[in-house]
């Protein structure tokens, strides 16, 4: 099956890339690559222009990544201070807050102002080049401020989703070595508070090193600061110097952490660097959005998200865009929100995830339809595969089936979009991601690593490497190496599964690690069983994904508790509450299955594949059981499963 085909169109007319264009960029970057990257880096501005683009092998013996590597720039100067002379009273972002209507509007002059005054803040803090800022913010201005503050003075900034608790922020904080925290009094969610400074009171307990926190009023709740240590952002500001001269970076120095869950242990700290990050967030924006001169982008994702970083904050700015910061969520005050919100600032592309579309819809169409949307020019998808039905929808009701939707396939680790339609080049497919941009080499890839031409179905990798790709594992040079290119020798291997149709379409099927992706959010395994088992009753957990008619997927526990214990369903709301207090909201266990032993090999290994079954309600067809320590472990998982 190839799919349902929805020719480019009309989109067609006045679409700068054209199906030839994208065809011939694509064999030039395939041909002749440094040519190709040579030119094309020149989308962003040098402060000490580059000799040549590519230098990387993905070989252990003499592995490395650097793009562009003698070149100087820097990326908040590409995304403020080149835009002054022409564009300088156009306004950069459009703050839209959690109740309907708040608004708040800054001009890419307001901005470079106030992102130098942050600038000098920081520096005044004592903080230099190199030095690691977490940011624990809600989606205000002040958080691109913060971003693009420390892109201006050097330093590397790890922002820290606000939905993360107290200890997933110590853990953060600790991991890189922040001696500064940037957060607010409180953030504001679907009409709720969330306590971001007490979080942070209470992660610092575990992070002495830390000497400053600074405190954006969000909501001016009255919050303890602790002398010597806590300052109000907004002082600091109004007494700091609106000029404040950009670093020049080196191509490859650190720009930004952002930890992110792995299959395995505590998430990773993935590192991007300057300049191949700015030519991939700068070049995509452009061309996968086919951003025009005037519009306004919207694009939904948090910035403590990746797709926050790339597509709100610095692709967006960098091209000289309106972008929209939204901090309430689509549910509030009404399922209407994100359309009476499109059509009262005039959104012409939106950017969301299937889990919204999935959840919007179950709403009914009323919703969309008593708004007009006519704004709206392209709709994008983002953050797990979107099923044909939602996209079917997002095509045909919210975008009146006149808006292409761009399924955009990328990861944390990519630092920005790889595959995707480009719209006016690419006939559509609900469901397929499409193809691969200009420079990208997606492969497909059997068990035993050998290469699948053609139509197949396997594991996806990418046979080499494009500018935007993550530099390393913050302070863990052979994690980087061991967990991306030890699997397929040589090439870089993504974690997801991928069927490539006769078009030469691609379908990502979901991870094939033990990531689940829940939301659009990853989640490790790994660090939901941790948070299980240092609850004191708890002796053992194991956790697979479970297929989610809205989230995509869910989180399905298997726990075995302590001798002499008792399930209990009140044991059951409280370890799942547990969860949710330990990593966060995201984190929380859709089902929990007390159980009394998981089935392990007689080497003691956990056999997910059976658990994965039995989560998705497939209790026939369990395969081989046969190396199991103790088999008759099977009949008893699938007896109680209706209790989850
Ligand atoms: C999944 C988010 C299908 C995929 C940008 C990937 C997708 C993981 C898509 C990365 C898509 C992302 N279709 N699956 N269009 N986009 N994914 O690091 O499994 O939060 O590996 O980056 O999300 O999630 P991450």
Redesign the pocket.
């Given at each position: 099956m190839t799919g349902k085909l929805y020719p480019v169109g009309d989109a067609a007319s006045d679409a700068r890339i054209t199906r030839a264009d994208y065809l011939r960029r694509y064999a030039e970057a395939a041909t002749d690559p440094e040519a190709y990257w040579m030119r094309e880096g020149l989308c962003v501005d040098w402060i000490r222009p580059y000799t040549r683009a590519k230098d990387v092998s993905f070989h252990e013996v003499d592995f490395r990544i650097r793009w562009f590597p003698d070149g100087e720039l820097n990326l908040s100067a590409n995304c403020l201070d080149r835009h002054l002379a022409e564009r300088g009273d156009q306004v950069a972002i459009i703050w839209e807050g959690d109740e309907q209507g708040d608004e708040r509007r800054i001009s890419y002059r307001e901005l470079h102002a106030e992102v130098c005054r942050f600038a000098n803040v920081l520096k005044a803090q004592g903080v230099r080049r190199s030095d690691r800022v977490t940011i624990y913010l809600p989606m205000i201005i002040e958080a691109a401020v913060a971003m693009l503050a420390c892109a201006r003075v050097g330093a590397i900034h790890s922002v820290v989703f606000g939905g993360f608790s107290p200890d997933a922020l110590a853990g953060r904080i600790q991991g890189c070595g922040s001696k500064v925290v940037v957060t607010a009094d409180q953030g504001c969610r679907g009409g709720k508070r969330i306590p971001l400074k007490a979080n942070v009171d209470e992660a610092l307990a575990r992070c002495p090193e830390v000497e400053r926190v600074v405190v954006v009023r969000r909501t001016g709740a009255d919050v303890p600061m602790t002398p010597g240590r806590d300052l109000w952002y907004d002082r600091l500001v109004a007494d700091a110097s609106p000029e404040c001269p950009s670093e020049p970076m080196g191509a490859e120095d650190p720009l930004f952490i952002l930890y992110?869950s792995g299959s395995t242990g505590k998430p990773k700290g993935?590192l991007h660097t300057t300049g191949g990050y700015a030519v991939w967030t700068t070049s995509t924006f452009r061309d996968v959005f086919d951003y025009r001169d005037g519009e306004l982008f919207w694009c939904t994702?948090d910035v403590g998200?990746?797709?926050g970083h790339?597509y709100v904050v610095y692709g967006p700015l960098a091209n000289g865009a309106t972008t929209v910061m939204f901090d309430g969520v689509p549910s509030y005050p009404d399922h209407g929100r994100l359309w009476e919100t499109v059509d009262r600032l005039g959104v012409n592309t939106l950017y969301t995830a299937?889990t919204a579309i999935r959840a919007l819809m179950r709403e009914g169409d009323e919703w969309v339809t008593r708004h007009s949307r006519r704004s709206l020019r392209l709709l994008g998808?983002?953050?797990?595969?979107?099923n044909p039905e939602a996209w079917d929808w997002y095509h045909r009701i919210v975008g009146d089936g006149r808006c292409p939707i761009v399924?955009?396939?990328?990861?944390?680790?990519?630092g920005g979009?790889l595959?995707?339609p480009l719209p006016g080049a690419t006939d559509l497919k609900p469901g397929s991601?499409c193809l691969p941009l200009p420079g990208v080499r997606p492969v497909i890839v059997d068990a035993d690593g050998d290469e699948l031409d053609g139509p197949a179905e396997g594991n996806l990798c990418i046979a080499d490497s494009w500018p935007g790709q993550m530099r390393n594992v913050w302070g863990d040079d052979q994690r980087f190496f061991q967990t991306y290119f030890t699997t397929y020798p040589g090439k870089y291997f993504?974690?997801?599964g991928c069927r490539r149709d006769a078009d030469g379409y691609y379908w990502?099927?979901?991870?094939v690690d033990d990531?689940i992706?829940v939301s659009?959010?990853?989640m490790g395994t790994a660090e939901v069983e941790s948070a299980l088992v240092a609850h004191r009753q708890v002796s053992e957990a194991a956790v697979v994904g479970m297929p989610h008619d809205v989230k995509g997927q869910g989180i399905y526990a298997f726990v075995t508790l302590n001798a002499g214990e008792v399930a209990t369903e009140r044991l059951r709301d409280e370890l799942r509450q547990w969860v949710r207090r330990e990593i966060g909201p995201v984190a929380t266990p859709d089902a929990l299955q007390f159980t009394p032993a998981l089935p392990k090999t007689r080497s003691g290994k956990i056999m997910r594949r059976i658990l994965r079954k039995i989560a998705e309600g497939e209790t026939s067809g369990l395969g081989d059981t046969s190396t199991l320590a103790d088999p008759a472990v099977v009949a008893q998982l699938v007896a109680d499963r209706g209790s989850a």
């Open positions: 992110t993935v994702a998200w990746v797709t790339s299937p998808s983002v953050g797990e595969p979107i399924d955009t396939w990328w990861q944390t680790e990519t979009i595959i995707s991601a993504t974690g997801d990502i099927t979901g991870r990531v992706n659009g959010h990853r």
